[in-house]
């Protein structure tokens, strides 16, 4: 008899996991709530649903999102697969028929000998089955309080505020130093961009009358007054933000110059290829972000690898939960008397279409290996999927979602821009056919 597992969510994490499972030989129990159960994102009752744009982003090799995808055609991704058959014309992006693509997924999962599509809502744990947790950003309640009891209070977010992430080498230093606020700790940690009146005044026009993207109902209520988008900051008062995120004191310039407004920017990954804007979550319009902030000096010519964005988004504190395989650590399963749980999808803060696809499949594979053989056999440094999973595990208090990126691949010194890229992807694509030849994995 064939051994059951279980995903929950039969979205693109899920679909794409319950594929590779069933392909590697598992009883795979595949649950859906909706159209039972619906969220405020998703329409009707299509499986593998893209909620908001039809794109899967970029298809060039150098670019983040097409090594992204080519990693996942060499390791037999059947979401991937799929999207081209759905595919139309977006010049040089993978950009999708929604509902083509979802009603092939769904045909090929409802064609699989191995993979029963139950259309109910899991609202716990108490099956002991292996299980995937692929349940999205918009979980459902039940689940989510499940997940939120058994893991602890603070484990659960529920609540997304995004502050915009740059390349570290985009920044334009002749207008930027490093400092800490008093220069106080061991190391200088924060970039401080400088503004004088002028400047700050002109953003504070721009960021008064700019556009936002309307919260859903959902989210009206859910603005905490301890983390406002700087636009309503600055509706607030001319000076707010002064006394807020671009607070000057304690922060002048090596020559001792005293600025009227400074933007710190806080590094975002242990290499510092990528940094943050410290207090500058907003719901501005991705156009009218870069209008903005393309009007600090240092920022003038910034790469964002993300904008800010609020919105709601169900996602766990994966540093602390989940190992390097996206499994839940054994210690914290054992201790809340939990089945071996994997995580994958937006749920563990891998942002995007293509990265929920790129941790199904991965998630998926580890399960099948821990499962048949009692141990992992990851994907190698410095692959893409695994540099994104490195991002999702490693410790991090101020962890966040991410999209994937070239700041998350290792680091190479000694390369100018469009080279280092280059190298990184050929070195990302060497790992994985070397990984691919060990592994026999298409044997
Ligand atoms: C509003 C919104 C817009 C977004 N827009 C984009 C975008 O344009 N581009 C982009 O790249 N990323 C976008 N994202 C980010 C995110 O990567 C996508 O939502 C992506 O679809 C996540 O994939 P997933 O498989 O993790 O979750 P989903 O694709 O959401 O799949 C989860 C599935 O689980 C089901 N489910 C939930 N709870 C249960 C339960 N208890 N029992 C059974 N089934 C359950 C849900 O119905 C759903 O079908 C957006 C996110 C949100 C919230």
């Known amino acids: 008899m064939l051994q059951k597992v279980k995903i929950i969510g039969a979205g693109l994490a899920g679909s794409e996991a319950a594929l590779q499972l069933a392909n590697q030989g598992f009883s795979v129990q595949l649950y859906e709530m909706r159209p039972h159960q619906s969220t405020v994102a998703h329409t009707g009752d299509k499986i593998a649903q893209l909620v908001c744009s039809n794109s899967f ?23 991937l697969s799929i999207a081209q058959k759905a595919r139309v ?33 899991v609202v716990d744990f108490s099956e002991n089955i292996p299980t995937l947790v692929a349940a999205g950003p918009l979980a459902s309640e039940a689940l989510s309080q499940s997940i939120f009891k058994s893991l602890g209070s603070e484990k659960l977010h529920f609540f997304d505020a995004i502050a915009p992430v740059v390349e570290a080498d985009s920044i334009d230093f002749n207008h930027a130093y490093y400092k800490n606020r008093w220069e106080r700790g061991e190391t200088a940690d924060f970039i401080n961009c400088p503004l ?53 004191v304690g922060l002048y310039d090596p020559e001792g110059k005293r600025w009227h407004a400074v933007v710190q920017l806080r590094a975002e990954n242990a290499q510092k290829t990528l940094f943050n804007m410290v207090g500058f979550q907003t719901r501005l319009k991705w156009g009218t972000q870069k209008e903005v902030f393309s009007m600090i000096p240092a920022l003038k010519n910034a790469q964002f690898v993300r904008l800010g964005c609020m919105h709601r988004n169900t996602f766990i504190e994966s540093p602390k939960l989940l190992d390097p395989s996206l499994q839940l650590k054994r210690d914290i399963q054992t201790q809340s008397k939990l089945p071996p749980l994997w995580f994958a999808g937006q749920i563990t803060g891998a942002e995007g279409y293509t990265e929920a696809i790129a941790t199904g499949w991965y998630a998926a594979w580890n399960m099948a290996n821990m499962l048949k053989h009692g141990k992992n056999n990851l994907l190698p440094h410095p692959s893409c999927i695994r540099s994104l999973v490195d991002h999702l595990v490693a410790p991090n208090p101020d962890f966040q979602p991410m999209n994937f990126n070239f700041g998350l691949v290792p680091n190479l010194e000694g390369f100018k821009k469009k080279e280092k890229k280059e190298r990184q992807a050929q070195l990302a694509e060497e790992s994985v056919l070397e990984w691919i030849r060990e592994s026999k994995i298409h044997q």
């Open 196 to 248: 004088d009146k002028d400047t700050y005044e002109k953003i504070i026009d721009k960021l008064v009358e700019a556009d936002s993207v309307e919260p859903k109902p959902f989210e009206k209520n859910e603005l905490f007054e301890g983390c406002l988008p700087i636009e309503e900051m600055a509706r607030r008062g001319r000076e707010t933000l002064r006394y807020g995120p671009m607070r000057p």
């Open 89 to 121: 014309p977006a010049g040089e992006s993978l950009t999708v028929d929604r509902d083509l693509f979802s009603d092939l997924v769904e045909k090929k999962i409802t064609s699989t000998q191995n993979i029963t599509l139950h259309r109910e809502e």
């Open 57 to 79: 982003k970029g298809l060039g090799k150098t670019t983040a999102h097409g090594l992204l995808k080519n990693e996942l055609e060499l390791l037999g991704s059947f979401l």
